[in-house]
């Protein structure tokens, strides 16, 4: 009979693509995670796992399998929650966030997340806004933050941080002034279809101005080169914040920039999660607490 471990290690090599990984993630020796694999194929009557050398790929049947695995898991997991007598915040958080508010925004909610419930076991991962909602979808994480709102049956959300948009340069280029000084200068954006680039790219419509863009899926590398004098970029105010000190950068604020709204979204079939109950709830009683900053100059 198919067993909860199997699935589990079935989902855990399918994860990381080896068993031998697998078994020191799941701390059991590898021939066994391969003997559960095989037992579970001749149960299933499928391949699973192509072997490819000391590595495996998954099979389409494997694929198919591994979304009902997912499923599986996270219905044992909400079970679980469901009798728990306590019901007090405790066990695995998957949280997932783009990058401009994982590395700028939501380090002090975790923080204060962490101090207040020290039993819940945070795991955090960054991706791009599709792979986020994906990963909801599938049971990956248990809730993310994007910068779009996603309007989808099985997803519920909550304003997380309203992100002002800010025009940053190199110290010592020309100022810009207005939208017609960024005429022919390169620009530095996450690729398509990052909310923030499209910004960019109606403002600079909208006043019938040209500039090359380059896409980079870094903020690092789009700072160093800003910071460098190679061109200019358009970022949340919160990267701006991070970054300005010591890296030579000047930020530009206009009024024709639109606020992006960064949301916090999650599943809501998931049943009783006192865990994400009690984040959702933090996010909610903070999402207002933005503070102006006097670093960057208004035009």
Same mark, same amino acid.
């Given at each position: 009979m198919m067993e909860l471990a199997q699935i589990r290690m079935f989902k855990t090599v399918a994860n990381l693509g080896s068993v031998a990984q697998a078994s020191v993630a799941l701390h059991c020796v590898p021939s066994n995670v391969t003997a559960r694999i095989k037992a579970l194929e001749t149960e299933l009557k499928v391949s699973l796992f192509y072997?490819?050398?000391? %590595?495996?790929? &998954? =099979?389409?049947? %494997?694929?198919?399998f591994l979304t009902y695995a997912e499923k599986i898991l996270a219905l044992t997991e909400e079970a679980k929650r469901a009798v728990d007598p306590t019901s007090e915040p405790s066990g695995p958080l998957r949280i997932g966030a783009i990058e401009s508010s994982a590395t700028s925004r939501l380090p002090p909610m975790l923080t204060k997340f962490h101090a207040q419930y020290p039993n819940v076991e945070l795991q955090f991962k960054t991706g791009t806004w599709s792979q986020l909602v994906d990963d909801i979808q599938h049971h990956r994480l248990d809730g993310a933050i994007v910068a779009i709102d996603i309007d989808r049956?099985?997803?519920?959300?909550?304003?997380?941080?309203?992100? !002002?948009?800010?025009?940053?340069?190199?110290a010592s280029a020309d100022p810009?002034?207005?939208? $017609? !000084?960024?005429?022919? $200068?390169?620009?530095?954006? /996450?690729?398509?279809?990052?909310?923030?680039?499209?910004?960019?790219?109606?403002?600079?419509?909208?006043? $019938?101005? $040209? *500039?090359p863009? =380059?896409?980079? *899926?870094?903020? %690092?590398?789009? &700072?160093?080169?800003?910071? *460098?004098?190679?061109?200019?970029?358009?970022?949340?105010? %919160?990267?701006?914040?991070?970054?300005?000190s010591g890296m030579g950068l000047v930020g530009y604020e206009f009024e024709e920039l639109v =606020? &992006?709204?960064?949301?916090? &979204? /999650?599943?809501?079939?998931?049943?009783?999660?006192?865990?994400?109950?009690?984040?959702?709830?933090m996010i909610k009683q903070n999402n207002h607490g933005e503070s102006p900053s006097n670093h960057s100059q208004h035009a």
């Open positions: 072997r490819q050398g000391r %590595g495996l790929r &998954i =099979t389409p049947a %494997g694929e198919v049956p099985f997803l519920d959300s909550t304003t997380f941080f309203n992100e !002002d948009l800010v025009l940053i340069s190199s810009i002034k207005s939208v $017609k !000084d960024i005429e022919g $200068k390169a620009l530095f954006m /996450w690729p398509e279809p990052c909310p923030y680039r499209a910004a960019l790219a109606t403002w600079l419509n909208q006043n $019938k101005v $040209k *500039a863009i =380059t896409s980079i *899926a870094s903020y %690092g590398t789009i &700072i160093g080169c800003v910071s *460098a004098g190679s061109g200019i970029s358009l970022v949340p105010k %919160g990267i701006y914040e991070q970054y300005q =606020t &992006i709204e960064n949301r916090f &979204i /999650w599943r809501n079939d998931g049943g009783q999660f006192p865990a994400l109950d009690a984040f959702t709830q």
